[in-house]
């Protein structure tokens, strides 16, 4: 009898169990306390992982270990307050030993067109959770590393190219009402120029008398993937063009500002020439054209649409020879409208520079970098793969 008690008394508490494992089942499923669940997850995340991000500058950026940036080490009064960063919360340092263990550190940058640093070619140990970052600013034709030897190695990229991970361009173009970010972009949204004759500008008006001369070119770097340096021979055959620098019989002194006043007071045309053709590949001197009363000329690889206003340049690669490039560039040098209203963006849109850190901030704070798996198998392949050597016109 006692031993019946005992099964049934057994075989109830068993039942209870059961029936108590199969409620705390319900109530903690997805189907009825999904909010309860995420609550859990994200209070115990944010009790165990650091509020700050951390970013090791591994090498120097040509000779500058500070990377253009104001101090050795950065903190998150300093992302927000120097480089404007919407996401602040990280630290940034070009000193190895800023944290105990290179391990501890949420993003590794590697400059790629300089060599790997000889007493400290690479970190001994890496943390599965941290990033390497490929940066560059350069052409894949100045990248100083064997990219071939780095397979599966850079998590991220940060480079000039509008698909890199991380975009880092010369400079942007913001809109003046809003003070909202343009371009570089994919599909930029650019308001219409003015109809021909409709809007003038008074500074280009004072100008024009001055402007005597037809182009311009400030270069030092004289042989080039993309020949550059011939097609400007060929344009030098029909129009006036003076080159400044190791590369022509002209000279201007570095630093000094007749230099870049004589763009506005002297010439029509700048040519900004890049010295590759490779896909966005966009820099300074483009942007410091954009600065003068000048209208610019280029040459290269991107499609300029994605960083410039319309009818706000000359596309040398737009014209199928030399000879009809010369020709168009006559025909605005010698209408003072048309030639003024290559400056109506002026009125809209203005030049300014961001850091590609506050990107690279973000994207560490952001929930799903933790728990992503991403590695670049072939990083010179995507490099590399960049760049065309042919151009459009023939020269």
């Known amino acids: 009898m006692r031993l019946q008690m005992r099964r049934t008394l057994t075989l109830l508490l068993l039942c209870v169990f059961l029936f108590g494992a199969l409620i705390y089942k319900i109530i903690t499923s997805p189907l009825v306390d999904q909010n309860g669940i995420l609550r859990e997850y994200l209070e115990k995340r944010a009790a165990t992982r650091p509020a700050t991000r951390s970013i090791l500058l591994w090498s120097s950026f040509f000779g500058d270990r500070r990377w253009q940036l104001p101090f050795d080490a950065l903190g998150p009064e300093q992302f927000r307050d120097e480089l404007k960063c919407p996401v602040y919360q990280c630290e940034l340092s070009n000193r190895h030993d800023f944290l105990p263990s290179l391990e501890l550190y949420d ?25 390497y970052v490929f940066a560059l600013m350069e052409p894949p034709g100045e990248t100083k590393h064997q990219l071939s030897d780095e397979l599966n190695f850079y998590n991220l990229t940060m ?25 570089p972009g994919l599909q930029p949204h650019w ?44 344009l ?14 002209l000279n201007c002194a570095r630093g000094d500002p007749r230099c870049d006043d004589m763009l506005d007071t002297d010439f029509m045309f700048y040519l900004a020439f890049e010295n590759s053709l490779c896909m966005d590949y966009v820099t300074e001197k483009l942007y410091a054209a954009l600065q003068r009363h000048i209208v610019p000329v280029v040459f290269g690889g991107a499609n300029y649409t994605r960083f410039l206003p319309p009818h ?28 003024m209203s290559y400056f109506w963006w002026r009125q809209h849109y203005k030049i300014a520079n961001s850091s590609p850190f506050c990107e690279l901030c973000a994207r560490l704070h952001h929930p799903s970098w933790a728990h992503r798996t991403q590695i670049y198998g072939d990083i010179q392949a995507w490099w590399f793969n960049s760049c065309r050597l042919a151009s459009h016109i023939r020269f």
């Open 236 to 249: 030098q055959q029909h129009i006036q063009l003076d080159i400044y620098g190791s590369c022509g019989n």
């Open 312 to 339: 706000s340049y000359i596309d040398a690669e737009r014209f199928d020879s030399v000879e009809q490039l010369a020709e168009h560039l006559r025909f605005v040098a010698g209408d003072v409208q048309e030639y």
């Open 159 to 183: 480079t000039y190219r509008l698909d890199s991970d991380i975009v880092w361009p010369y400079a942007q173009l913001l809109d003046v009402e809003t003070g909202a970010p343009v371009a």
């Open 191 to 234: 308001r219409e120029p003015p109809a021909l004759g409709s809007w003038n500008d008074s500074t280009v008006w004072r100008l024009w008398p001055t402007k005597t001369k037809m182009a311009a070119w400030f270069v030092s770097h004289c042989k080039t993937l993309s020949k550059r340096e011939q097609l400007a021979a060929a």
């Open 107 to 131: 993003a590794i940058v590697f400059h790629v067109a300089q060599p790997f640093p000889l007493l400290k070619p690479l970190p001994a140990r890496r943390s599965p959770h941290q990033a």
